[in-house]
């Protein structure tokens, strides 16, 4: 069954109708919430510093004591990476005799994979640091903000 000219017509139609009606609703809720917001929190705006000062220093202390974590989360990650390793190339040097390709390849990736487990794991704390260390700047040039 073919549409007609009516029938398109009467949809872009209806399509525009029910786009207005849902921008006017938006539009009434938003009016309704601006007279209906609570003003008595702007009453007292010295409160308001006080307490953004005490929430900057926790937001800080909590910034620390959650780059320790990862930091100590980093090193147990990496050790198990290493102890992996080392458990893989004893394994293969138990099941080949001594000397063999295998054996000696095993061992070199080893001392690979534990070296790039070093690696990553100072790359990842210095992200960490990195990322703290801007946290804290952010907190204290907002509390310089709010001081003045």
Do not use: H
């Not at 209806?14 to 601006?34: D, E, H, N, P, Y």
């Not at 009453?43 to 620390?64: H, M, N, R, W, Y």
């Amino acid at each position: 069954m073919k549409s007609n000219y009516f029938t398109k017509q009467l949809s872009t139609v209806k399509r525009w109708m029910t786009t207005t009606l849902f921008c006017m609703l938006a539009i009434a809720f938003v009016w309704q919430g601006a007279f209906f917001s609570n003003t008595s929190a702007m009453a007292e705006p010295t409160a308001t510093l006080i307490a953004s000062k005490d929430a900057g220093d926790k937001v800080q202390e909590k910034t620390s004591k959650d780059a320790g974590r990862a930091k100590n989360f980093i090193d147990d990650t990496a050790d198990k990476v290493k102890d992996a390793a080392k458990s893989n190339a004893s394994k293969v040097d138990q099941a080949t005799d001594g000397g063999s390709f295998a054996e000696r390849k095993a061992k070199r990736d080893a001392a690979t994979i534990q070296k790039r487990a070093n690696e990553d794991a100072s790359r990842t704390k210095e992200a960490v640091d990195n990322t703290k260390n801007v946290v804290e700047r952010t907190v204290d040039n907002i509390k310089d903000a709010f001081g003045k």
